[in-house]
C-alpha cells in the first residue's frame, strides 16, 4: 500500500493482513434502476471478514434492520468493498466485484461459515461472498487518525435473547425486500 493510488493483481499476503485487522469496513451496491437508492452499510466485529484467496473475500451477514445488499446482490451482483486505515499510514483499499448471498440454512452456507473465526452464531442470516476483480488503493490523507477501543456487543447481547423463530419471522416480514421493493432474504414456504 503506497502513496500513490495503485491497482493490484490481487490480494496479496500483506494486504490480507492489513483488511483483517481493520475494525470496520463499507459495503456499497446499487440497484439497477436509475431512480433507485444506493445502499451504504458499514461492517465490523472481529473474526466477520475473511481473505479466502486473491480474488475472492467474504464476510458473515447478521440479521440487521435493512437488506439493501442482498437485494441488490441478487438483482446485478455488483458490489465494492472499501477499507480506511484510520490509525498508521494513511490508506483506503476498494475491492470491486460481483458478490453472492448464501443465505443460512441454504446449501454451502456451513462450508463458508467455517471461513470465520467469530464463534457466536445466532442471528446470522448470511454470508456475502466476493469475486474481486479490482484491487486499488488510494492515498486516503483525508482519513482522520482514530482509536479503536472495542467492537460494541450490542448486536451480539441483543441476538442472543432471540431464538430462531424470531429470525425466521423477522427475515419474512422485514428483511423479505429492499425499500425499492427488489426481492432479498428468500425462505421457503413454511410447512
Not at 27 to 44: E, F, I, Q, R, Y
Not at 64 to 70: D, L, P, R, W, Y
Not at 73 to 84: A, I, P, T
Not at 142 to 152: G, I, K, Q, S
Amino acid at each position: 500500500m503506497g502513496v500513490m493510488a495503485k491497482v493490484y493483481e490481487g490480494i496479496g499476503d500483506e494486504l490480507a493482513a492489513w483488511m483483517v485487522e481493520q475494525p470496520v469496513f463499507f459495503v456499497g451496491t446499487a440497484p439497477l434502476a436509475a431512480d433507485g437508492h444506493v445502499n451504504v452499510s458499514p461492517k465490523g466485529m472481529a473474526g466477520t471478514f475473511a481473505v479466502v484467496d486473491a480474488r475472492t473475500v467474504a464476510y458473515l451477514d447478521y440479521s440487521g434492520s435493512g437488506a439493501e445488499t442482498i437485494a441488490h446482490l441478487r438483482e446485478n451482483g455488483r458490489v465494492v468493498l472499501m477499507f480506511c486505515a484510520f490509525s498508521g499510514r494513511p490508506s483506503i483499499v476498494r475491492l470491486h466485484g460481483r458478490g453472492r448471498v448464501v443465505l443460512a440454512g441454504d446449501p454451502g452456507f456451513a462450508e463458508v461459515r467455517a471461513l470465520f473465526p467469530k464463534e457466536r452464531e445466532v442471528g446470522q442470516r448470511s454470508v456475502v461472498v466476493v469475486d474481486v476483480d479490482r484491487v486499488a488503493d488510494a492515498c486516503g490523507f483525508a482519513v482522520p487518525l482514530m482509536d479503536f477501543r472495542c467492537d460494541r456487543d450490542v448486536l451480539d447481547a441483543s441476538q442472543s435473547r432471540r431464538d430462531d423463530a424470531h429470525f425466521e419471522q423477522y427475515w419474512r416480514t422485514r428483511n423479505a425486500e429492499s425499500i425499492d421493493g427488489l426481492p432479498a432474504v428468500t425462505l421457503p414456504p413454511r410447512s
